[in-house]
Structure formats: structure tokens, C-alpha cells
């Protein structure tokens, strides 16, 4: 993974620290499946946000390409711009295949 411009490599039980509001990148190098496990502190709403989210994308505001149409961005924004600066810190390459799972699901 990246946490900001450095490269770390984890393996099983290792975990690692993201500074709030430090830009960062998951990805699978391995030939298993990954299991992540992440505690975002304060939590806030995240609950209710990937909620809405879900939503969103099943009431066809997702594209196939994995990304959210004005409707969603605006709902959410709406509903959770207090916390607007904590929810970044899903990287855009994590929301996008986010989004387009749940596009492919919907369909």
C-alpha cells in the first residue's frame, strides 16, 4: 500500500498507520485473497454515509464506470459536508472500484 508518498508492504496480522487525512492506496500484490480491516477514528456517521452511498448506486446514480452523478455527489455532500474533510480518505482508485461494484451489482 501507499500512505503518502511512502510504500509500505504488509503481510499477514502487520497493520499500519494512516495520519488523518494523509492520501493512501490499497492494493491486492499477492495471489490470495486480501482482508482488510480498517478503524476510522473519530467514526462520526461512516456507517450512514456507505449506506446512502449504497443506495445511491442502486437507485442508478453510479455509473458502470464507477462514478457518482451530480445527484449522488450533491445527496451526499448535503447529508455529510460537516464531515466532508474526513470522508477523502478513501483513495479515488478504492471509491471507483467501489462504485463500480455496486453498478455491476444493480445490473
Keep these: 500500500m501507499w500512505v503518502g508518498r511512502r510504500r509500505v508492504t504488509l503481510g499477514p496480522g502487520e497493520s499500519v498507520t494512516v495520519p488523518r487525512r494523509t492520501a493512501h492506496s490499497v492494493r491486492n500484490v499477492g495471489s490470495g485473497p486480501l482482508r482488510l480491516r480498517a478503524a476510522l477514528t473519530p467514526g462520526l456517521r461512516v ?11 442502486e437507485g ?3 455509473s458502470r464506470g464507477g462514478r457518482a452523478d451530480r445527484h449522488a455527489v450533491t445527496t451526499l455532500a448535503g447529508a455529510f459536508g460537516d464531515e ?4 477523502p480518505v478513501l483513495p479515488i482508485g478504492m471509491q471507483q472500484r467501489l462504485l463500480r461494484r ?3 451489482s444493480r445490473a
Design 60 to 62: 442508478g446514480h453510479v
Design 102 to 104: 455496486m453498478a455491476r
Design 47 to 57: 456507517d450512514a454515509f456507505f449506506t446512502e452511498l449504497f443506495a445511491l448506486a
Design 84 to 87: 466532508a474533510p474526513l470522508l
